[in-house]
């Protein structure tokens, strides 16, 4: 396991903070630009595979059904880092508008520095 770097620690956390304010945000654009593409996510045993943004954020919508207002993490914790890659173990809840619980999912989210700029590549998902 590498040894834990606080810089990449620090960084891979705020493409997180910036991927989640533009997702309640309904942001594209702005929770396009903390993803690597090729962006994949492994759920209930298929890769998903986004080769381009532009259908990102309705395929979320689509996931998250028609009650979803607002998602939150709950934790995130590295489990290894390097200067150029993170591993975190998270968990995020799901929220309708009135506050109450549509779900709550862990995930590995694998975020890399790559030609100098730092995104999430890839996750491993149990949600829908």
Known sequence: MAVLDEDPVAAATAVLDRHMAALNAGDQEGMTAELHF????????????WERPDTYLADFLA?????????????RRPI???????????????????????????????????NGRWAAQLRSSFAD
């Open 38 to 49: 090729p962006h994949y996510r492994l759920t209930q045993g298929r890769l998903q595979v």
């Open 63 to 75: 996931r998250a059904g028609a009650g979803w207002h607002h998602s939150a993490w709950d934790f």
């Open 80 to 114: 290894a880092a390097s200067a150029d890659k993170v591993h975190l173990d998270v968990q995020f809840t799901r929220y309708r508008g009135d506050g109450s619980v549509l779900g709550t999912f862990r995930s590995i989210w694998i975020v890399a520095k790559l």
